[in-house]
């Protein structure tokens, strides 16, 4: 019997309807995207009001499509954690009133752990124990993971997160919103050696991240101090591609330098991947070619689960095999706190 998964954290209304063995049988994703380009990142009561808008036909396509009624479901799961505060409301309000309406029992996501699970579901077996590399919009953490549910949180980024750097990064050369997969395709136009940006907290021993200071090198290649507004408008397309290419070495290099010593320290035997910056193919690349050099198994979430969608909601199933339901009471927890 099939659960509804629904997904609202950040700018993506989504909805699935998977089935007990796992399978997507319908899911409706629909991306904000063009609401929030204008102001050059998410802006949070316009993603809220536009989830409040999205939220009941998203769901209504995914049941549509899964060809099933309200009836044939056993569970309605929610991510409740972490994301923008009202855009996380709304998807647990719906949640608990569809279980409401239609007796259901609810079950909470944390949204970070359905990234990694995106990789479970794309590996035919078992991936744990791993390490979990979360490398995306909000977030930028390491995972010691015995299973899809037990995470220990080994560190993470203490200013920017990576996805965040690549949408700045982005935005500073004129990219457009979010930056992320623009800056991402002008890195393969460009030579990754032309300008030295810092690796920071490489060589720490520990499991922080940092990458506000790169972002802050790349300003100043733009348009260097004193100048007080950044502006590309002098740099061509090579240019551009360069400094694209360069600081996205930079970004990949700490990733996988600090993934390949978390799984020597753990012993684990795979790296699993997941979040929007796992569909950059130059880091996907590095940690192919690091997986076989330091020989772990890798799966990285395939690109169609890497950014916000609601098919990785299929970790619910986990928790139902556990036993584990949320009440009525369930809150929202927004990002305010590092760890998840
Ligand atoms: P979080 O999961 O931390 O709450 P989020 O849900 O907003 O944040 P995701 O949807 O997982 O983040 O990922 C979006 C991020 O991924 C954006 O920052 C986007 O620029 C980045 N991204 C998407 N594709 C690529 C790519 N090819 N290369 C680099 N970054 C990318
Ligand atoms: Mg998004
Ligand atoms: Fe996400």
Redesign the pocket.
């Known amino acids: 019997m099939p659960i509804l998964t629904l997904e609202s ?2 700018d ?1 209304t989504a909805a699935a309807v998977i089935a007990d063995d796992g399978a997507v049988l319908g899911q409706c994703i629909a991306t904000q995207e063009s609401l929030h380009e204008r102001f050059g990142g998410v802006v949070p009561e316009v993603a809220a009001r536009a989830h409040l808008e999205r939220l009941l036909p998203v769901i209504d396509t995914a049941i549509t499509q899964a060809g099933v009624t309200a009836d044939d479901l056993t569970a309605i799961a929610v991510a409740d954690r972490p ?1 923008l505060a009202g855009s996380l409301l709304v998807g647990v309000v719906a949640a608990k009133t569809l279980a409401v309406a239609w007796q259901k029992p609810l079950v909470s996501i944390n ?2 752990h ?2 990694l699970y995106a990789c479970q579901m794309a590996s035919g077996q078992s991936v744990y124990p791993a390490i979990g590399l ?1 490398v ?4 930028t953490s390491l995972y010691h993971c015995t299973s899809p549910l037990d995470l220990e949180y080994l560190g993470g980024t203490i200013d920017d997160a990576a996805g965040e750097a690549f949408d700045k990064v982005g935005a500073m050369l004129g990219l457009g919103f979010p930056g992320g997969p623009a800056v991402s395709r002008l890195a393969g136009e460009g030579n990754p050696k032309a300008h030295a940006y810092p690796r920071s907290m490489i060589g720490e021993s520990g499991y922080r991240f940092s990458f506000s200071g790169l972002k802050t090198a790349v300003r100043y290649t733009i348009s260097p101090p004193p100048a007080k507004e950044v502006s590309a408008d002098h740099l061509d397309r090579q240019a551009k591609a360069d400094i694209c290419a360069s600081f996205q070495a930079a970004v990949v290099d700490v990733l996988v330098r600090k993934s390949v010593r978390a799984i020597k320290q753990y012993r684990a035997g795979h790296l699993i991947v997941g ?2 910056v796992a569909a950059n193919p130059a880091l996907r690349d590095r940690l192919r070619e690091a997986s076989e050099k330091h020989a772990f198994r890798l799966v990285i979430a395939p690109p169609e689960l890497c ?2 969608n609601a098919a990785m909601g299929a970790i619910a199933l986990e928790k139902i095999k556990r036993g584990e339901f949320a009440g009525l009471d369930l809150d929202i927890t927004a990002g305010l706190q590092r760890g998840f």
């Open positions: 954290t950040c993506e994301g949204h970070l359905a990234h979360v995306s919009g909000g977030h979040g929007g950014t916000d």
